[in-house]
């Protein structure tokens, strides 16, 4: 069983910076998908940023500029560097892992990020 745990959320004043680490349990280069969702409060979980096994990354527009993804095989870790950020960027943050496009992917239990202004 593949475990994901997410860390480096918080409260933060709007314009701010967080980054956000998600830790697996396996070798990180053998999931084709790796990235980050979040779930807003009142709302349905949405993708923020993904990457595939071909080193593309895809980022929602809301993000984009403002987000980076990154990773260290090394530490079998990925994270998500948030600047700039908004009240409308609070939510739960989660990572998740896809072995392939056929089988459900595995979910971290996701971190807290609140925005104020």
């Known amino acids: 069983q593949v475990q994901l745990v997410e860390s480096g959320g918080g409260l933060v004043q709007a314009g701010g910076s967080l980054n956000l680490s998600c830790a697996a349990s396996?070798?990180?280069?053998?999931?084709?998908?790796m990235g980050w969702h979040r779930q807003p409060p009142g709302k349905q979980r949405e993708l923020v940023a993904t990457?595939?096994?071909?080193?593309?990354?895809d980022y929602a527009v809301s993000v984009r500029g403002r987000f980076t993804f990154s990773r260290d095989n090394a530490k079998n870790t990925v994270y998500l560097q948030m600047n700039s950020l908004k009240p409308e960027d609070t939510a739960v943050y989660f990572c998740?892992?896809?072995?392939?496009?056929?089988?459900?992917?595995?979910w971290g239990r996701g971190t807290q990020v609140t925005v104020y202004s």
């Open positions: 998740y892992a896809s072995d392939d496009l056929y089988t459900p992917p595995y």
């Open positions: 990457r595939s096994y071909d080193g593309s990354t």
């Open positions: 396996r070798t990180i280069d053998t999931f084709t998908v």
